[in-house]
């Protein structure tokens, strides 16, 4: 566990974008997808908005994906499962970098064929708890052709990461505009941030 956590870190010290294949187990990231599909078919995700608090929006020409909060209350095994992975990383990354992260929140994330998220922050500009990125991607067997990039935006070269099952991404919620380029097939994954 703690050489993917070191791998994420590095990465990100590298190049302001940490990727680790194999943050999470083989097996939670198939019963992550499995809760986010069984949680679609009863219809249990909600239209994603934009902004915060009374300032919520929905534009489907910006954003058009569908999510559901993870939350302890929950009770389910496996995000319980995920949550103990992402204490065990934000101690390791408060002892190591002096991050001095205090809480997160994550959701599942659901995007169907045609669907997308124009260039943004991660950062609110009323509330700057925000301080990191996370996603770790659900989406096996995912082809070039499929599309759904992460297309993050860099001072001298932009950066496109396919949402391939296994890999898990990291940056700066307040440093790096980035986008989700349009998903030919439906693509799924646990997105969240590391809070202040």
């Not at 989406?139 to 860099?154: I, S």
């Not at 001072?155 to 030919?184: C, M, R, W, Y």
Request: aromatic share 14%; hydrophobic share 35%.
């Amino acid at each position: 566990m703690k050489t993917s956590f070191e791998t994420l870190i590095t990465s990100y010290i590298a190049n302001k974008v940490g990727i680790s294949e194999g943050f999470l187990s083989n097996d939670l990231y198939e019963h992550l997808k499995s809760n986010l599909l069984t949680l679609n078919a009863n219809h249990q995700l909600q239209t994603a908005g934009i902004g915060n608090d009374g300032k919520m929006i929905y534009d489907n020409l910006i954003r058009n994906d569908k999510i559901f909060w993870l939350d302890k209350s929950n009770n389910n095994t496996f995000e319980d499962e995920f949550f103990d992975t992402m204490d065990a990383f934000v101690s390791y990354l408060n002892q190591s970098c002096y991050t001095n992260i205090k809480s997160y929140e994550f959701h599942y994330s659901l995007y169907e064929t045609g669907s997308f998220y124009r260039t943004h922050l991660d950062q609110f500009e009323d509330d700057s708890k925000r301080q990191f990125s996370m996603i770790s991607y659900l989406n096996a067997n995912w082809k070039a052709q499929d599309g759904g990039e992460l297309l993050v935006h860099q001072k001298n070269n932009n950066q496109s990461i396919a949402p391939t099952q296994g890999k898990t991404v990291f940056f700066k919620s307040d440093e790096l505009e980035h986008e989700v380029l349009v998903t030919n097939e439906r693509r799924m994954s646990v997105c969240g941030w590391l809070k202040r």
